[in-house]
């Protein structure tokens, strides 16, 4: 297979002000993509354009809500008026929850799916006719809790495991249009999210601690994904951990439960 090139692409990354996001946009756009970066942080957004600047890349920055379906629309408006196209889209938000399901209030769980599972459906809705035109590229950022369990993080879970049965059906809608679908499983990043994880009550929670070890950098991961889109990867599996996890959560499931529950169990009480 030919290797994918995003030099003059327009790459659209969401949530693309912090964490893994912005590292996305700094990698893209060292190997000659255009970045429209979108978030709802507008500080950290022009801060991250004069990076990009600096760096002799074109950008375009817009705020954009996620869990709005008109404003992803028209962003996406927008930046086909400026560009032209849309050859990649990176939905990369997401929010997280540290709680008990027992402890959790149900808008917390809906919250987490409006902005990790239907902030993503939205986004790719609005781009689908540039990314068919293209013949682009959908990556959607996922985790090591989109197919195996997660105690603490039902919500988080559910809409991870969302995001792979629809992007894995809509890469088999999209085959013969030449669109490609990439979804990226690490496990923990030193991002913040989870630090930024909401409590049962639906407040940021303020988590100190974590239980999990040894966290990748956003950077390691944006390496990883921008060479798992180059050479037409479906799937990445980020980190030794990610792959042992999808090994051990298909053929011995109940192994893999428990020792998931005796890693983490701490973490569901100690904020």
Known sequence: MK??????????????????????????GAAGARIAALDRDAESLQALARDLAVQGCEVHTQLCDVTDAAACAQTMQAIHARWGRIDVLVNNAGIAHRSAFAATRLEVIRRVMDVNFFGAVHCTHAALADLRAARGLVITISSVAGFSPLIGRTGYAASKHALHGFFDSLRAELADDGVGVLLVCPSFIDTGIDRAALGGDGQPAGHSRLTTGRQATPDEVAQAILQAASH????????????????????????????????????????
Do not use: H, N
């Open 3 to 28: 290797q994918r090139s995003f030099r003059d692409k327009v790459v659209v990354i969401t949530g693309a002000a912090g964490g893994l996001g912005r590292s996305l946009c700094l990698r893209f």
């Open 232 to 271: 037409g990867k479906t799937l990445l599996l980020f980190s030794a951990t990610a792959r042992l996890a999808w090994w051990l959560s298909r053929c011995w499931p109940a192994r893999y439960a428990a020792l998931m529950r005796r890693r983490l169990q701490g973490e569901i009480a100690a904020p």
